[in-house]
């Protein structure tokens, strides 16, 4: 006859060898759970991992890890010669004393701190979470398109490097990053700097370059100029450190320097924030007349610009105009850029070029916020700059992307032509799309996601004078991009019927 608590042990555990997750920890999980509820007591010896192997239809081994793995959480004592006896780890009391009313609640943490502290309202999250089966973004990548195989293959060869362990303890003062040095290479060539690694840090994102750049440069009530409309995530940033955030007009030359120097003064503004080749969100390019306009402005009213140039890589017609930084010969220019935007995001990255002594602040703010870095990252992303695969990525992705362009722009003619009016952009994975009869665009997303599509509220765009969309098209390939169109005027068709 089998022990009652070996009875027990089969009642209660069934393993599932398909799961993801090793057998081993699937039946320690659930002999602690027993424990936990009074179901095995303490002091109950287990059987012998050969009777409890056989009893569940596991490997011995198995069954030694799983005695094992409870042994190391304190649950079991494994005696030689004795055997396997239940444990309950034991609780310090004398160290969790509870005083006050709310004695019920001392098993349940608390919701809220004892404590005030200052939230804050500017970086509430904007993320919105749908079921419908397309959601559609603000011009982002189409991460599908990732060489996976070709990834995992140089990854796993920077992690056979014999010499990257060694890389973690040389001293930066003296060494600069392989990495630093392919991407200042890489952007040299692309967009026609002249630099050297001192003028280049590399961050997380665009948005921790910017984070960092506005510590270092601004401080409460400073004067930041933005274009009318300006992307959320900068102002966010810019409101968060206490900046005075104030709106200038963009035409179709982009943003209008005339205006900045008829309603600012000398030594007013600490500085302006462009997105030079596409402003975000409606894509007119800021004019090289204008560019030119701009610097000697920065030059003259002493301001400092902060160029965003978050999609340079995603070129169709033409050369893209170079930056202002690779024009600036008097500091006055901040260069903010991504690298690798088609990648996974955990080998996506931000970087910042500026004159040496910026650069030289910003690395100790970032030895604050992420002193370790990913080495392993940046030894890989190295390597794809220096061998040239990056190059022949990015040209495949980006004819890909115009086709992807010019159906979208197809697909509008068929189903809004007189409804919507648009500019086909000449680069970019976004297209700005205006209603010729406004509309609310609240029962726009509505309608939508009962199409099986979501319009989350970043990319909407209503005001007195605007009605539009920043329609992201990237990250849909053909068959997404008609099913999206037929079914958004399907949902604009119900709100017309209802007027």
């Keep these: 006859m089998n022990s009652p608590v070996l009875d027990r042990v089969k009642q209660l555990i069934q393993v599932d060898k398909s799961a993801t997750q090793p057998v081993y920890v699937q039946i320690s999980q659930q002999i602690i759970n027993a424990i936990q509820r009074g179901y095995i007591t303490k002091g109950t010896k287990l059987p012998g991992t050969r009777v409890f192997s056989k009893a569940l239809n596991i490997h011995r081994n198995t069954a030694v890890a ?3 793995e409870l042994a190391a959480q304190g649950w079991v004592e494994i005696l030689a010669n004795k055997g396997s ?7 310090k009391k004398e160290a969790i004393v509870a005083h006050g009313f ?3 609640q001392i098993n349940r943490y608390p919701d809220k701190t004892g404590f005030p502290f200052q939230a804050s309202f500017h970086l509430a999250s904007t993320r919105e979470y749908s079921e419908a089966k397309i959601s559609i973004n603000d011009g982002q990548p189409d991460l599908r398109l990732h060489p996976t195989h070709q990834f995992s293959r140089w990854y796993n060869s920077t992690l056979k490097r014999r010499n990257l362990p060694s890389k973690w303890h040389q001293n930066e003062d003296s060494f600069y990053f392989n990495y630093e040095t392919q991407l200042c290479n890489f952007l040299n060539a692309t967009r026609g700097f002249n630099m050297k690694p001192q003028n280049l840090i590399s961050t997380r994102s665009t948005e921790m370059s910017l984070y960092v750049v506005s510590q270092l440069l601004l401080k409460k009530r400073d004067v930041v100029l933005v274009g009318d409309l300006s992307n959320y995530s900068a102002n966010r940033i810019f409101q968060q450190v206490g900046a005075d955030v104030k709106i200038i007009p963009v035409d179709q030359d982009g943003l209008d320097v005339n205006y900045i120097k008829t309603h600012f003064i000398k030594k007013s ?3 302006v924030y462009i997105n030079p080749q596409r402003h975000y969100p409606s894509n007119q390019t800021l004019s090289a007349e204008r560019r030119l306009q701009l610097l000697e402005l920065a030059k003259e009213y002493q301001f400092a610009i902060i160029e965003d140039d978050f999609d340079y890589d995603f070129q169709y017609e033409g050369s893209p105009m170079l930056p202002l930084a690779s024009s600036d010969t008097h500091g006055m220019v901040i260069y903010l850029g991504k690298f690798g935007q088609s990648l996974f995001p955990s080998f996506q990255t931000g970087f910042v070029v500026a004159p040496k002594n910026l650069i030289s602040e910003a690395k100790n703010y970032l030895e604050l916020l992420d002193a370790q870095g990913d080495m392993i990252q940046q030894q890989m992303l ?3 700059i220096y061998e040239g695969e990056i190059h ?4 495949k992705n980006v004819l890909l992307y115009k086709q992807r362009l010019e159906v979208l722009c197809n697909q509008l003619d068929f189903h809004f032509g007189d409804i919507l009016k648009w500019e086909k952009p000449t680069g970019g994975l976004a297209i700005w799309l205006q209603f010729t009869e406004p509309i609310s665009l609240v029962r726009f997303t509505e309608e939508s996601v009962k199409e099986n599509v979501f319009l989350p509220k970043t990319i909407l765009y209503q ?4 009605c539009a969309i920043r329609f992201g098209f990237g990250h849909l390939n053909e068959t997404e991009i008609e099913y999206v169109m037929d079914s958004l005027k399907s949902a ?3 709100i017309a019927k209802s007027h």
């Design 382 to 384: 190295s390597a794809l």
């Design 85 to 91: 006896f239940v444990l309950v780890p034991e609780r």
């Design 492 to 494: 604009y068709l119900r």
């Design 392 to 395: 022949r990525y990015l040209r």
């Design 463 to 466: 005001d007195k004078n605007t």
């Design 66 to 68: 799983v005695y094992n």
């Design 102 to 104: 709310q004695v019920d």
């Design 269 to 271: 503004i600490r500085c």
